[in-house]
């Protein structure tokens, strides 16, 4: 892993759902991360969509970092397999630690741990504790009420057009990649930049 590699953070549902379009989505977003040479970060479970991206960003050679609470770790079943797993005393530290790796965030379908994940992430955006991009993979529609509701509390007063849109919306999991690499800040220059100075 290079340091200045692109990690995205993962929320995801630590069950597959009842359409096999979610899996075919996990699966095709961690192809496509490690395909762009990103690494991943997610809550380093094995179970539902969680291990499904994870298994294809590891096999398609993406550095892949695990964070789970020791509470979880039999529940969501440890993934072993990854580059590396931390197991940490608690959700907020789970939380923290995928948050500091992150250069960007993305939430696939999910349950509450994924709403709330997301949603945690949104609401520092907007508070301005952070800068980075966040997105929403609209498999088949899954979070078009979440989304509708969104657009009913701006017209409701309560959270504003821009607030909103913070928020990057796509169905296909190639489409999101690309929309988020064009909101990642330039790399750095490398050594071979300043040579030619
Ligand atoms: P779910 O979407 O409910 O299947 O959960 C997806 C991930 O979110 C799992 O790794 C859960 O451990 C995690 N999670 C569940 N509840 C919370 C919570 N209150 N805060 C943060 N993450 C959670």
């Not at 220059?189 to 030619?196: H, I, Q, T, V």
């Amino acid at each position: 892993m290079t340091s200045a590699a692109v990690t995205l953070c993962v929320f995801c549902g630590s069950r597959p759902g009842a359409n096999a379009a979610y899996a075919q989505a996990a699966q095709a977003l961690g192809q496509g991360l490690a395909a762009r040479g990103w690494n991943l970060v997610y809550g380093g479970g094995k179970v539902g969509l969680m291990g499904t991206v994870a298994d294809a960003a590891k096999a398609g050679g993406a550095h892949v970092t695990g964070v789970i609470p020791e509470s979880l770790l039999q529940r969501e079943v440890g993934h072993h397999g990854l580059d590396e797993l931390r197991v940490v005393p608690s959700m907020h530290v789970r939380k923290q630690q995928m948050a500091e790796r992150a250069d960007a965030f993305v939430a696939l379908p999910g349950g509450l741990g994924t709403l709330e994940e997301l949603f945690e992430v949104w609401t520092w955006r907007q508070l301005g504790y952070h800068q980075r991009p966040l997105a929403l993979l609209n498999t088949e529609g899954y979070y078009d009420r979440l989304l509708a509701f969104i657009a009913d509390s701006v017209n409701g007063g309560f959270v504003t057009e821009a607030q909103a849109a913070l928020l990057v919306v796509e169905r296909e999991p190639q489409a999101l990649l690309q929309r988020l690499a064009k909101l990642l800040p330039a790399p750095p220059s490398g050594p071979a930049d300043l040579a030619r100075t």
